[in-house]
């Protein structure tokens, strides 16, 4: 028995996957809305397809199991992790889950609260992982407990986590990004200046011609910042897949 004293859910996690040695790790919310028979089968399915997580996608089984907000929250919330890391899953925010060691001890947990769930999912994704979803029916909270979710608040924390890993796992399509809007801008700001610099001979609006000079200085900075830092990221990721690979897999028994 191991107690957590700092709140949020990442320091449990993060407790949890350092304490505990095992082959098969089963993270599940103690709020009573999961489905406890579930498990059986998901460790089933790990174990047999030599899986590192399987996650359970939650059915649920009356219309009070869903706070208002929450489906449509994590349908945005999956949908743009899919358009970001690619191929993701369908419910990335579910608490169900069951890992192999391998994905466990390759896992630097980060997150503090609710958006642990995106790490995990982003790290499986990363490493290209083999994982899937298995349903389980999901119930409503007992009466008189209520969720520490908080729709707006927890939502932002999420995406902003999605953002996060999207600058440190894709350095350079996010730089890249940031670096051809400033272009695009200084290249905006400088042609009518350079239109009136060919037809007259004189620059006009000496402010603006410095700002776009600026701005372009700046983009080409963003665009060699994610060329060096997609480097770092190659390194850190090839980290991972190490100390992944070093880890035994799920034997069949």
């Known amino acids: 028995m191991r107690s ?6 990442g320091h449990v996690v993060r407790r949890m996957f350092a304490d505990v040695d095992a082959d098969v790790y089963v993270l599940v919310d103690g709020d009573a809305t999961y489905d406890a028979p579930s498990a059986p089968r998901m ?3 790990l174990v047999s397809e030599r899986l590192d997580m399987v996650v359970g ?3 649920d089984q009356e219309q009070a199991a869903w706070r208002p907000g929450h489906r449509v929250g994590n349908r945005m919330l999956t949908g743009f992790l899919s358009e ?4 993701a899953f369908t419910d990335i925010l579910s608490g169900y889950r069951v890992f192999s060691r391998r994905f466990v001890k390759s896992f630097p947990v980060l997150s503090d609260g609710f958006e642990i769930e995106t790490e995990l999912t982003v790290h499986a994704l990363e490493l290209s992982m083999p994982v899937t979803e298995i349903e389980t029916p999901y119930y409503a ?14 939502g932002f924390r999420i995406l902003g986590t999605i953002l996060k890993l999207y600058r440190s796992e894709k350095p350079l399509r996010f730089f890249s990004v940031i670096g051809i809007f400033l272009a695009l801008v200084s290249i905006g700001l400088a042609i009518p200046i350079l239109v009136t610099y060919l037809e007259q001979g004189i620059v006009p609006r000496l402010p603006t011609a410095v700002l776009s000079t600026g ?8 665009v060699s910042s994610g060329l060096v830092l997609d480097t770092v990221t190659r390194g850190r990721r090839e980290m991972k897949l190490l100390s992944y690979l070093a880890q035994p897999p799920v034997k069949n028994a």
Do not use: H
């Open 4 to 9: 957590e004293r700092r709140q949020g859910k």
């Open 57 to 59: 996608l939650r059915v």
């Open 43 to 45: 460790i089933e399915k």
């Open 141 to 154: 909270r007992p009466k008189g407990s209520f969720s520490k979710l908080n729709t707006w608040r927890d």
């Open 215 to 222: 701005l372009m200085i700046v983009a080409v900075l963003s």
């Open 84 to 87: 970001v890391f690619g191929q």
